[in-house]
């Protein structure tokens, strides 16, 4: 096999240089995501209400996770990415300062028609692994940094605080 001069053979060296554009790739489209984000909320979030918000928490997460809004808010679907991005809008939904007014039931009915316990189990769970899943950890802090919210640690769970009163506390 045929190596450089670092030791290293061919192969290894092209997966290194394959892993550093990935990398690369990864964050001009995190970039590239904040920017379309920062651009929307120039425009009025608000037209309808409380339910702008959720459909805005709700573009915001399929967006990062790379799905369809309707699809990740359907039933038909347990893939991974999709859950974990159900689970972490309706936590957005529940927890802090991006907590919107909504019962359980109303959540579940705007979900794509959920039944409440699914949503109260989804909560507990994101909430849990928010705790030992570094990964989601860090989508969660990404996502909320695009909803104009930081994450806190509070006792042994997470909470969203908005980004304006952290800033002047």
């Avoid at 927890?95 to 028609?113: R, V």
């Avoid at 699914?118 to 990404?142: E, H, N, P």
């Amino acid at each position: 096999m045929e190596r450089n001069d670092n030791g290293n053979t061919i192969h290894e060296e092209m997966t290194q240089r394959e892993k550093e554009l990935i990398d690369a790739l990864v964050e001009e489209y995190r970039e590239t995501l904040i920017r379309k984000v920062n651009s929307a909320k120039l425009i009025q979030v608000n037209t309808d209400g409380i339910d702008g918000k959720f459909k805005h928490y709700a573009k915001v997460v399929a967006d990062y996770y790379c799905v369809d809004v309707d699809f990740m808010l359907s039933r038909k679907t347990r893939a991974h990415s999709v859950k974990i991005g159900r689970q972490t809008l309706w936590w957005l939904c529940r927890t802090g300062d991006s907590a919107l007014p909504h019962s359980f039931e109303q959540l579940a009915i705007q979900s794509g028609k959920f039944n409440h316990s699914t949503l109260i189990y989804g909560v507990r769970y994101f909430a849990d692994r928010l705790s030992f899943d570094k990964q989601t950890l860090i989508d969660t802090k990404a996502i909320c940094n695009l909803l104009g919210f930081t994450i806190e640690k509070v006792g042994m769970n997470y909470t969203t605080k908005n980004v304006l009163e952290t800033v002047s506390a």
